[in-house]
């Protein structure tokens, strides 16, 4: 948002409209209660205040940049100040006391959820995610790399793609299985209740529990097809598991017979997996905007949600929409409705179970008799820790 350029035009309108009628005019025709946080921060910048005023907007809630947005114009020199200004923080921000019953009552009524999910709804299946305490990047300690994800670096894989395939095992999906979560995605699906989930991973079990294409997006691709980089190729993805699993560079073999002395990438084979440097798919940019305008609940569950650009779909989603974290880990500076802290197919489990046996889910884990413990999080307000219970 910092390289937005202000429309010249745009600032005349805007800035005639705030110094003729007011702040709260001037709210009422352009701050809708679906605003998201970039369309605020765009608005600052076309009203000419400084772009050091929402530098730091990453580290924002939405909440705080309309708290911004107030002030400046509130210490404008050009704008009237006579008039009263209510709770506009308070009006932007509707969910402020949302509670777990507030989310099994969302849950019933909701018709375009999405799902935002990562690396953690997968490891209750062995697949390690990147940044946990025993993530994929703690083992590639031995690499010496200066940082992991130079693994998954376009530039590195050119110069050396045996370095990804000796530990691309690791993440490989595991044979005809996936977890209780992506039952309960599926089941989203089945109720007719799935916008769309936007994924991070990789190991393409969304595909495998049966969410349909439409409803799918891989955000960084997946081990699902594979290409040659030298005749772009396409393959089945499967068709170099067994390379994988052995940690061998794949080669297509049109390419590879062409060529004497190959320089080291020539017809090499990669996973259709987007690396750092890559660009995302199409569908991801097609679909994200308005997606974002007609969901009417977000669930972000297993991520920690620290690569752009999925970690900032959230604040392009107006404030009004309740969103619901489900997480090992709390994510404290991110601004959630409710965080319901503990293992993924823990808390769905607890949540399905609460709300009755037309949600069971279709995962041959799931008991329906399982009891849990929720408490209040002892250092994060809105959020609760859900705990198995001992038996
Ligand atoms: P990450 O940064 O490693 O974060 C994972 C998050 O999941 C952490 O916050 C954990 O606390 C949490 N977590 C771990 N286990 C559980 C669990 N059982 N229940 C609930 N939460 C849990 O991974 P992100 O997905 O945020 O990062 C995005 C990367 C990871 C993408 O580029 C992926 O391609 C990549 N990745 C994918 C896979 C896969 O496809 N299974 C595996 C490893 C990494």
């Known amino acids: 948002i910092l390289a937005y350029q202000p429309d010249p035009e745009l600032m005349q309108y805007y800035r005639n409209t705030l110094v003729n009628f007011g702040l709260m005019k001037f709210l009422k025709d352009f701050v809708p209660e679906r605003i998201t946080k970039i369309d605020l921060c765009r608005l600052v910048l076309n009203l000419g205040y400084p772009k050091e005023s929402i530098s730091n907007q990453r580290f924002l809630t939405t909440k705080q940049v309309a708290g911004i947005l107030v002030s400046l114009i509130l210490n404008d020199p050009q704008v009237n100040q006579s008039q009263s200004y209510s709770d506009f923080a308070a009006y932007h921000h509707p969910t402020s006391d949302y509670t777990i019953p507030k989310l099994l009552s969302d849950l019933t009524s909701a018709k375009k959820i999405m799902v935002i999910s990562g690396a953690g709804i997968s490891t209750s299946l062995g697949i390690p995610d990147f940044r946990s305490f025993k993530g994929l990047y703690a083992q590639l300690e031995h690499l010496n790399l200066k940082d992991p994800q130079k693994v998954f670096d376009m530039g590195a894989f050119q110069k050396d793609p045996s370095i990804f395939y000796s530990i691309a095992h690791l993440v490989l999906p595991p044979e005809g299985r996936f977890s209780m979560l992506h039952s309960f995605i599926k089941l989203l699906q089945d109720k007719g209740k799935l916008l769309r989930n936007y994924t991070q991973n990789i190991d393409n079990l969304e ?185």
């Open 207 to 391: 595909s495998r529990v049966g969410i349909h294409p439409d409803k799918l997006i891989q955000c960084h691709g997946s081990f699902g097809s594979a290409s040659c980089l030298t005749c772009s190729n396409r393959f089945a993805g499967h068709k170099i598991f067994e390379h994988i699993r052995h940690q061998h560079v794949p080669r297509c073999s049109t390419c590879w017979k062409t060529i004497q002395e190959a320089v080291i990438i020539h017809g090499v084979i990669k996973p259709d997996i987007t690396f750092f440097g890559e660009d995302l798919p199409k569908k991801f940019y097609r679909l994200l905007e308005p997606d974002c305008q007609t969901c009417d609940l977000v669930i972000v569950v297993g991520t920690s949600l620290k690569v752009e650009p999925v970690s900032s779909i959230i604040d392009k989603i107006p404030r009004s929409v309740p969103r619901v974290l489900i997480n090992k880990d709390p994510i404290p500076d991110r601004d959630f409705d409710l965080s319901l802290i503990g293992l993924c197919d823990d808390v769905v489990c607890h949540l399905t179970r609460e709300l009755g046996a037309s949600w069971d889910i279709p995962h041959p884990n799931f008991v329906p008799s399982t009891e849990f413990t929720v408490t209040p999080h002892e250092l994060y307000s809105k959020s609760y820790n859900i705990v198995k219970k001992e038996t």
